[in-house]
């Protein structure tokens, strides 16, 4: 039997990795429900690995290429691609994020319209990524505990881990040395007046904006990054930066309703890439930072391949171990 502690994102995700290859799984969760204490719960469920190469280490694509596939088979994935676009005064913001990624086209106002309606006249270039994707964070981590325990794994809610365990994703609260919190914060829109199908990036001057669709008229916006360890509720001077982008992508936002805020801590390391670390007798899985749900499937492949020695490694440079 495997114990792992934490049920978040990395902990579901290995989880199902090892019960696909016939091992018996046991996580151990001090919260009582899936995602609760989660800092997942938080994230945008992007799968773009190509818009993240713009500030992020070209193993992120490597990584990252075959999550969306991974995540579709366990909850459902929007491959509506990813939209990138700035204020006409920003276009030197384009220009610089395009030199720095790949795997777009570019598209003029037409094409903006053709993919976002309403959109229309408001933007004179973009930049569409076309294999991007995402899902609903919220919803994925409900799946995976779904799909453990119809294969048989148990998930032992309120409880916390025993001191001896096999694998540990417990985030923030493992006993690593050079992990560091990354703060993330974020809002929830409800806006009948917008009707957006993917996720768009704006590349905005003050705060460079994410904002991901979740169905029925909300949005999830998401930009902030904070070298902070606080988990205070979002600050107002980040709130009125992340609605004042939202306005400046369409006005119609200034009559959204908030539905949510949330502020999380991101586990990361130096370089901002996750890890597995051997430890005292207990791997570790963390530092999965702002690509939680792009980079898990291939983390949880490889955390699978060690402590499943039997099991040949298809991709033996596939992650970064310590």
């Known amino acids: 039997m495997i114990a792992i502690a934490g049920a978040g994102l990395a902990g579901l995700a290995c989880a199902l990795e090892l019960l696909q290859r016939g091992a018996k799984v046991t996580l151990f969760e001090r919260s009582e429900k899936i995602g609760a204490n989660s800092v ?3 994230a945008g469920g992007m799968l773009a690995p190509w818009c993240e190469r713009e500030s992020a280490e070209e ?12 995540w579709a088979r366990v909850t459902k994935v ?9 204020p006409p005064r920003d276009r030197s913001e384009l220009a610089r994020f395009a030199r720095r990624t790949r795997g777009y086209t570019q598209v003029l106002d037409a094409g903006i319209t053709e993919l976002e309606s309403d959109l229309s006249g408001r933007f004179p270039k973009g930049l569409f990524f ?3 994707s995402h899902l609903n964070p919220r919803q994925a981590l409900a ?3 779904d799909a453990i325990g119809e294969l048989g794994g148990e998930i032992r809610l309120g409880t916390p881990a025993p001191a001896q365990v096999d694998l540990d994703c417990t985030g923030m609260a493992a006993p690593l040395t050079g992990l560091r919190a990354v703060r993330g914060e974020m809002a929830i829109l409800h806006c009948p007046a917008v009707s957006l199908t993917r996720t768009v990036r704006l590349l905005h001057p003050r705060i460079p904006l994410y904002l991901v669709p979740r169905g029925d008229s909300i949005y999830m916006l998401g930009a902030t990054m904070v070298e902070s360890d606080s988990t205070r509720p979002p600050t107002a001077r980040a709130l009125m930066e992340l609605l004042g982008a939202a306005y400046a992508l369409h006005p119609a936002f200034a009559e ?3 539905v949510e805020t949330g502020a999380g801590l991101r586990p990361a390391f130096d370089n901002n890439l996750p890890r597995l670390i051997q430890q005292n007798g207990t791997l570790h899985l963390n530092g999965l930072y702002r690509h939680g749900f792009l980079l898990a499937p291939a983390l949880a492949r490889e ?3 060690q402590l499943l020695p039997e099991t040949p490694n298809e991709n033996p440079h596939e992650c970064q171990t310590v």
Not at 59 to 70: E, H, S, Y
């Open 59 to 70: 193993t992120v694509i490597t990584l990252g290429a075959n999550a969306a596939d991974w």
């Open 78 to 86: 929007n491959r509506t691609g990813t939209l990138v676009l700035a």
């Open 303 to 305: 955390a699978a391949n």
């Open 143 to 145: 799946n995976l505990a």
């Open 256 to 258: 959204a309703s908030v």
């Open 40 to 42: 997942a719960r938080f």
């Open 130 to 132: 076309a294999e991007e």
